[in-house]
Nanobody, 114 residues
Framework: QVQLVESGGGLVQAGGSLRLSCVASGSIFRISAMSWYRQVPGKQRELVASITPIGSTNYADSVKGRFTISRDNAKNSLYLQMNSLKPEDTAVYYC????????WGQGTQVTVSS
């Protein structure tokens, strides 16, 4: 069983920065594609950024140049550095691991005030 625990969310003013973290239990982290998703009420969960086991990254157009996804396989940890935050980045952010199936964390709230 894989458990994902996110942290680092909070309230920040527009233009500010936050760093989200996700710690994974279990032994599959190093061989899993990892992603950050976000969701606002009434809308579908959307992919923000993803990173392969060897470090190749992919970003949603809306966050390119502002967000950076990274991973530390030795610490079973995934990160999302979010800079130049905008009010439209407000959402619950979820950590996702994909290996044979999807695993999800409980989510962490990010609120960006204008």
């Amino acid at each position: 069983q894989v458990q994902l625990v996110e942290s680092g969310g909070g309230l920040v003013q527009a233009g500010g920065s936050l760093r989200l973290s996700c710690v994974a239990s279990g032994s599959i982290f190093r061989i899993s594609a990892m992603s950050w998703y976000r969701q606002v009420p009434g809308k579908q969960r959307e992919l923000v950024a993803s990173i392969t086991p060897i470090g190749s990254t992919n970003y949603a157009d809306s966050v390119k140049g502002r967000f950076t996804i990274s991973r530390d396989n030795a610490k079973n940890s995934l990160y999302l550095q979010m800079n130049s935050l905008k009010p439209e980045d407000t959402a619950v952010y979820y950590c996702n691991a994909n290996f044979l199936r999807n695993y999800w964390g409980q989510g962490t709230q990010v609120t960006v005030s204008s």
